[in-house]
Structure formats: C-alpha cells, structure tokens
C-alpha cells in the first residue's frame, strides 16, 4: 500500500514536471524572441505581440540603463533573438559593443531585426542647445528619455510593429489589432491623466535629473530647475544655493527624485525650502507599482497629483 | 552672495572639522604604522555590510545598515590586527589591498540581482561633504570625542609595539576605533575626501614637527585647506568634495615646497632651485619644439598663457587677423544666446501659453542645430585664424621659447683661472 502510494506520488511528480517543461517549450518554440534593452520597451513590444512575442529586457529594473553593465548571458539572449530593440540616441551605447559579439546578423545595426524605437520621435532638448549650467542633458540629438510621454507610444509601437510585421508576417494581423486596442485604450488613459494633473498644470518643482522634458511637455508641468544639472556630476554648492533661493521665491512644493537617484542632495534642498520628496519612476519596474508602461504613469500621476495639490 | 555662501557653507565646514579633528590622529598613527589604505580597505568593507543589509531589505542609510556596517567593520579589524602578524615576508599593505579588493567585488556581487545594484553601493561610497548639517554634527561629534578619548588614553600601549594575544587586543582596539569612524565618515563625506582628511593634514603635521606639534599643525593645515577648499568650490562653480580633495593635494605640494624653502641647508636650498630651472627650462625647451614643429597642434603652454591674458594673442596676429577673431567670437556668443533663447521658449511653452505642437517642436530643433552649427563654425575660423598665425611665427615663437628656456638653465660658471700666491710657474 504504501508502496503503490510512492509510485503515484512519483508518478504525478514526474508528469507536473514534464508539463512544466513542455509548457516551457511551447512557449519557447512558438512565441518570437525579442530582446529589449530596457523594461519600458519590452512591456511596448508585448503590448503589440501578446503571447505571439517572447521579450526579455537585458536592463534589470531600477538599473541605470546608461550605465549598465553588460553581462554574458547578454550575450546569448542576443544570440537568439530575432529582433533587438533600443531606446538609441546614444541612451544605450553599450549595446553597440554587445551586438557584434553576438554574430547574430539579423540584428546588427541596419540589419533587419535592429531597431530603433527613437525613429519619428518629436525630439526635445536637441543636442548642445542647454547651453549653461541648465537642463544640460549630454546625449546625441536630443533627451533619450521619450517613452515619458505617453503620446510617443503611437510612434514606439509603429517602429516595433513595421519590424514585426516585416519578421513574422504570419502573425501581422494579431499584431495590428493588439496595436489598435493597446492605442485606442492609451489615448482614453492619457485623457484621465491629464485631467487628473489639469489643476496641477504649471505649478513649479524641482526634478533630481532631466528625465522629465516629455512628461512635463505631456502634462503641461513646470520643472523650474534640476538638482544635477549635468549627468553624473554633483551639484556645486552656488547651484544648489541658487535651486534653493529659487525653490523659496516660488514656494516650489515638490522634488521629483527616482528611487535610484541620491537621497541626500534631494532632501537637502527639500529641507531648505519645505517642499516634500515626490518618488517617481522613470522607468517600468523602478517601483513596484509599475508593472507595465500603462501603470507607470498610473502611478506617476497619482503620486504628483497627491504632492502637488 | 557672500551671505548665501555663509549660511551654505557653515554647517559643511563644522562637520569638517569634526572629521579633520579625528582623522588627523588616525592619519598619523597610520603613517606610523605603514597601513596607509587601510582606509579604503575599511571603508570598502562597511560598504559591504551596509550592502548585507541592503539584500536583507533594510533601507540605505538606515540604522540598521549602519549597524550592518559597523558590524562588518569590526570583524575586518579583528582581520587587521591579526594581519601584523602574518607580515613576516609579505607587507601588512599587500594584504590590506587584497582584502580591499575582495570587499569590493562581493559587495558588487552581492547585488548584482538586486534593483537599484550598484547604484547602491555608489551611494553608500560616495558621501557629500556639503549636504552634512547639524543632524548629522550632533551624533558625530560625541562619537568622535570619545573614540579621541579613549585612543588618547591607550596612547602609550598604542605606540608600543607588543607581540601576543597583547599586541593583538591593542590592535584590534586601535583598528576597531578606525572602522567606526570611517563607517561614519565615509557616509558623510565620501571615500576620496576622507582619505584626504586622514592623510594630508598629517603627513605636513611629520614634515614640520614630532611629538603632539604634528597633530596641531595637521589640524591647522586641515581647517584652513578645508576653508579655502569649500570657499574656491562656491566661488568657482565647481563640485565641493572634488575640489576640497585637490585643495589638500595642493596644501600639502605648498607645504613640502615651503619646508625645501624654509628649512633646507643653504646647498638643499641652491640644489632645490637648481632643480626647479631645470624643470622650467625643460618645460620651456619642450614647449619651443613643439610650437615649431607642429605650430596647429593644441600648445599646453600657450594656451594657457592666452587664457589668462587674452591680449597676448595680438603679439603674434595681424591687425586683420584680430579683428576676424573678434567676430568670430562675437557671432559664436550670439548663436549660443539665439539657440538658448529658442530653447527656452520650447520649455516655457511645455506649461505657459500654447502648447507646441510637434512640426512646431521640430522646426524649433532645426534652427537651434543650424545655431549650434554656426556657432561650430565660428569656433572652427577662430582656431583656424590663429592656428595660420602661429604657423607664420613658429620659428620665432618656439625659438624664442627655447633661447628663453636656455637663459633660465643653471649653466655651471667655471672659476677664473688665477694663479694662487704660491703657484712656481715652471719655465
């Protein structure tokens, strides 16, 4: 009896584990593989694909993506993959580096499955024209970080969409209809956004980096000055002597800061001009509450509409 | 401004010297003892408790991260003091540098798979001196008076050098100490800047004196690099812990250059600026070949001579040639000040009045590059109008350098040959 009793339990262990594996595989065999440099752009191109695409993000969550360190198993993702996507503007130069030692040809620059989300895009702060000490964001042709304005979307998802169409042309009408209801539903939740931050519009703060040109262009917000001005350089003394005096005359409330970002320097000049640290995610996965490109700015907005009024 | 800096500066320079007050005891106890990086070895491996923390979900810079740091700290100094002993054949500095390494490469490791990674352990390494404030003073300074006092009264068993479980505990106790004030330390000011406080202000204080005048003039030097340090950051524009780092530096080149000059023998004396025109006249022949042979290329020595006085460059440049970089200059200021003005209004209409619309945005972005371009070009005639100057005067210039570099070089002057009273001039 006991006997019988192992070899069912045995039985049933070892089938669940075939089932999992074969689940696995299906997934594997079927879905196309992409590889995504950061999590905003993967959770895009799933939004097209749905269960037809495999994405992987090789930028871990709440990992600087200018300064990832690239590791081997970068490398055999890339080997496998059939379409690498990037943020460009020089946002991900590193991948640049990777690509080549991959061999995978599909994806090399102007190879078929190489592309560039940044394509199209309405670029702000366009290279060299923060002159001074403000805003300065030092990369390429403009600030890399457009995903933040959720308008973009139509223009992202366009590039992911003539690439997959181009790659999986099996699947192109999966894909066209997943685009349209991820757009049409994107358009209504950036009307609720807007009018969420509507009696916000205007009111100035303070942001620890240039990441938010495209959501305060979105949203109609007033960054009156940066803690960093400059990527990667503390802030001088005047600088800071200068935000707070600035934070003072207009009674600046709130000081934008990612989790990553230094505490000390933001809570400093909140300190000095009683304004409250507002945590925002520039990026899915930066907080916990932002599983998905849709609930990033759920919870953005949520989060500045609640400091600001 | 003076007023605004004040009241920036004032709490900053408070905790400094707090720091420079302890550091410069411990800077001098381990030039004595020949551990210099046991610092950064401490530091480092604080920075790998505070990680350990950090993985088991407790906020940076929390008090339990502190407790995790210290903790770590504590058990690297049982690993120090026992490390005297093993330096028989290989220095006690070759395995503090091991040790530093290996903290740093678990610590990053360690939170590789964790978000935020190696953010993390940047802000837990990377202090700023200016951000520290009477928060941070009040708990600080009670710590530091009395680790001072009770390393002041273990002074004499500190400065002997015992063997055995002793020697050992004397150890651990002077290495502990250091931990739990690097760990604090390094939290407030970074590691680069505590570093500069241990070992500057000591090491002037062993150039000038012995006995407890090292320790007062290492606080001298400290407070006053620290002074002048945080003033040249405000008034420069420049990032203070970077800047106070490279004032030290310069503290102690200017007190080692004053000690040669001050105290040296007269031949030290006439050897150290016999050394000094030789350098000068190096620098000078070095700097005429290469302005002769290679007149476009960026001259180090020029450059920076045109940089202070800009009016040096009409000595070499015709009148036409003036005037044609004159409005260069100008027109490169205007098409900065156009390309700023159009991005200006791109930001201020991201909140006030109309919103852009994106063929508005776009054809906005257009001229602020054809600015930068022509601001490009501007840049690009200046270079070129002086470097076809230079070129026309290269033998000149560089061969003035050199005769220059030749006159300041200490040639030996060989004494007249006079025969002395008791010479017999054989016939």
């Known amino acids: 009896m006991a006997l019988c009793s192992a070899v069912r339990v045995s039985v049933l262990w070892r089938t669940a584990v075939m089932a999992v594996f074969a689940a696995c595989a299906g997934v594997a065999q079927g879905a196309f593989p992409i590889v995504a440099t950061t999590a905003d752009l993967k959770s895009l191109a799933e939004s097209i694909g749905g269960d037809k695409v495999h994405v992987v993000a090789l930028v871990p969550p709440n990992t600087d993506p200018e300064e990832y360190q690239p590791k081997p198993q970068d490398l055999a993702r890339l080997k496998s993959a059939q379409m690498v996507l990037r943020v460009g503007l020089d946002f991900d130069l590193w991948l640049d580096r990777l690509v080549p030692q991959a061999g995978n040809p599909a994806i090399r620059r102007g190879g078929p499955g190489h592309v560039d989300a940044s394509f199209g895009i309405t670029l702000l702060d366009v290279r060299g024209a923060q002159v001074g000490p403000v805003g300065g964001h030092a990369h390429g042709s403009g600030n890399p970080h457009y995903w933040l304005d959720p308008a973009n979307a139509e223009m992202i998802t366009a590039s992911i969409f003539e690439a997959l169409v181009r790659l999986d042309p099996a699947n192109a009408q999966h894909y066209q209809r997943q685009r349209m209801m991820f757009l049409d539903m994107l358009s209504r939740r950036i009307e609720s956004w807007q009018r969420a931050l509507a009696p916000v519009q205007g009111r100035p703060l303070i942001a620890y980096h240039n990441n938010w040109s495209y959501f305060a262009r979105r949203f109609r917000l007033n960054i009156a000055g940066y803690i960093e001005p400059r990527p990667g350089v503390p802030p001088t003394p005047a600088h800071l002597a200068g935000l707070i005096k600035l934070a003072q005359a207009q009674q600046i409330k709130a000081v934008v800061r990612q989790p990553h970002e230094p505490q000390k320097n933001a809570e400093f000049v909140a300190a000095k001009s009683g304004a409250v640290i507002v945590l925002l995610a520039a990026s899915v996965g930066a907080v916990p509450q932002a599983r998905d490109y849709v609930s990033l700015f759920d919870y953005n907005v949520a989060a500045l509409a609640a400091a600001l009024q | ?427």
């Not at chain 2, 407790?67 to 330096?87: K, P, V």
């Not at chain 2, 257009?366 to 070009?377: F, I, L, P, W």
Request: proline share 3%; aromatic share 10%; with cysteine.
């Open chain 2, 1 to 427: 401004m003076t007023a605004d800096a004040f009241v920036l500066l004032w709490p900053p320079f408070l905790v400094a010297a707090v720091l420079v007050g302890i550091h410069t005891y411990f800077g001098l106890q381990v030039l004595a003892r020949n551990v210099v990086f046991v610092d950064l070895a401490l530091a480092q491996i604080a920075a790998l408790g505070a990680t350990v923390a950090f993985m088991l979900g407790h906020p940076v810079s929390s008090p339990a991260s502190y407790g995790y740091s210290l903790l770590f700290a504590l058990c690297a100094a049982m690993l120090l003091a026992t490390t005297r002993n093993w330096s028989g054949r290989i220095s006690q500095e070759a395995m503090i540098g091991v040790i530093y390494i290996v903290a740093a490469a678990a610590g990053f490791l360690m939170v590789e798979k964790a978000p935020q990674g190696t953010e993390h352990i940047k802000q837990v390494l990377t202090g700023n001196i200016l951000t520290a404030g009477i928060e941070q003073l009040v708990w600080v300074a009670p710590l530091y008076a009395v680790i001072g006092a009770v390393l002041w009264s273990a002074r004499r068993k500190l400065a002997r050098v015992e063997q055995g479980w002793r020697g050992w505990a004397w150890d651990f106790l002077f290495y502990a100490c250091f931990g739990v004030v690097v760990t604090s330390s390094v939290a407030l000011a970074g590691v680069l800047l505590v570093f500069s406080f241990l070992i500057i202000p000591a090491t002037v204080g062993i150039l000038y004196a012995d006995g407890m005048r090292r320790l007062a003039i290492g606080w001298a030097v400290g407070l006053v690099a620290t002074v002048a340090g945080l003033a040249l950051s405000y008034a420069a524009d420049l990032p203070t812990g970077s800047t106070l780092v490279c004032v030290f530096g310069a503290a102690l080149a200017v007190a080692a250059l004053l000690r040669v000059l001050l105290r040296a023998s007269a031949h030290h004396r006439r050897l150290g600026v016999r050394t000094g025109r030789i350098a000068l006249t190096g620098i000078l022949g070095v700097s005429g070949l290469w302005f002769a042979f290679a007149p476009r290329a960026d001259q180090p020595l020029i450059d920076s001579v045109e940089a202070a006085v800009p009016g040096v460059r009409e000595v070499y440049m015709s009148a036409r040639e003036t005037d044609i970089y004159r409005e260069a200059v100008h027109y490169a200021e205007r098409y900065r000040g156009e390309a700023e003005r159009l991005n200006e209004k791109e930001a201020r209409s991201r909140w006030q009045g109309d919103a852009l619309s994106d063929i508005d945005v776009r054809r906005l972005s257009s001229y602020v590059q054809s600015y930068n371009e022509m601001r490009k070009g501007e840049e690009f005639v200046q270079r070129e109008v002086r470097s076809r100057a230079r070129e026309r005067w290269r033998w000149e210039i560089g061969g003035g350098l050199l005769v220059a570099g030749a006159l300041i070089f200490p040639w030996r002057r060989r004494a007249a040959m006079k025969p002395s009273p008791n010479t017999v001039i054989q016939q």
